[in-house]
């Protein structure tokens, strides 16, 4: 099982620098990925999400790169600001009758001033 | 802006009490979800409910949990008899098509004592 006290990668930033946030993923049958943004004490906030047809979408500010064959999928925030410092994490979706979300271990975002 | 609310955003109750957390999906979603997070842990789906009933569930969701969607705005999760490994956030989120993007609320923090 897991450990208590589960120790999240971080990545500390200076304010307008990009970002780029990693994540690996296990199951190769997921079909649906998204990223997730949560701030302390607040739930989980969509970002962008990207479908294994693609391997690129862009959004304001994010885009988000799927990388099949190696089972890996980033992040990357352009001119990162301090309102973007949260834990991030990616989430997998197997299609087809499964509904739910597997979610990843996060990374912590810090930008500094 | 839609989103989903859950009430309250946080409950303290003693062990062996039932509580339920509330919530209230996106008006037109379709399919509803909860999550939970254990402090400083990964987010973990508990159930997924369309169509009146359970589509999916995970092992933590045992004979302890219930789901009900009592009128057509409302979804909650009681829990019968709540032990002290209960204790963590509990996130609802809703969502238009199952493969489609689940939007999460706030949480509620529940605490065992």
């Known amino acids: 099982g897991e450990s208590v006290g589960l120790h999240l990668p971080t990545l500390s930033v200076q304010e307008g620098d990009n970002s780029i946030i990693n994540c690996a993923y296990s199951?190769?049958?997921?079909?649906?990925f998204i990223w997730y943004k949560q701030e302390s004490g607040k739930g989980p906030q969509f970002i962008i999400d990207i479908r294994s047809n693609m391997d690129k979408r862009q959004g304001q500010r994010v885009t988000v790169l799927l990388n099949k064959t190696v089972k890996h999928l980033s992040l990357q925030i352009a001119a990162t600001q301090p309102g973007d410092s949260a834990v991030y994490f990616c989430a997998e979706n197997e299609g087809g009758s499964n509904y739910k979300l597997t979610f990843g271990k996060g990374t912590l975002l810090t930008v500094n001033p | 802006e839609p989103e989903v609310t859950q009430t309250p955003s946080h409950q303290v109750t003693q062990m062996g009490q039932e509580v339920i957390l509330r919530c209230v999906p996106i008006s037109n979603h379709l399919y509803f979800y909860w999550y939970r997070q254990i402090l400083g842990q990964k987010v973990e789906f508990l159930v997924s409910f369309y169509n009146n009933e359970i589509s999916e569930k995970s092992e933590i969701f045992d004979d302890q949990f219930s789901v009900e969607r009592p009128d057509g705005s409302n979804f909650t999760l009681k829990i019968r008899s709540t032990k002290l490994e209960d204790s963590a956030m509990y996130f609802c989120a809703s969502s238009g098509d199952r493969g489609n993007t689940q939007y999460f609320g706030p949480g509620t923090r529940l605490t065992v004592l």
């Open positions: 199951n190769s049958a997921s079909d649906y």
